[in-house]
């Protein structure tokens, strides 16, 4: 490219002048978060959920006791019961 063809468009777009920038300070936008009321009571379910153990304890050392003293009798009937009964409910 010939330098004098570059000079002559330069002219044309004035592309050889700079132009100075101006720092604007304070602008009137800021990012913000806002969490709904809905958003929040997930956020305390989760947690109390993360914080209750998976196993309830005294409910399994009950069945236990009563298992080991013979007292603990469920039929096939009541398990199956209970299978259809849970499974109603999760649809």
Do not use: C, H
């Not at 044309?12 to 009571?41: C, H, P, R, W």
């Amino acid at each position: 490219m010939r330098i004098d063809a570059f000079n002559k468009i330069s002219e044309v777009y004035k592309a050889n002048s700079v132009k100075s920038t101006v720092k604007k300070t304070g602008s009137g936008f800021s990012d913000m978060l806002e969490i709904s009321q809905v958003g929040k009571d997930y956020q305390a379910a989760k947690q109390i959920v993360a914080r209750t153990p998976d196993i309830r304890e005294t409910k399994v050392n009950d069945i236990k006791e009563r298992m080991e003293a013979g007292t603990y009798n469920v039929t096939i009937e009541d398990v199956a019961d209970k299978l259809v009964e849970q499974t109603d409910n999760q649809n």
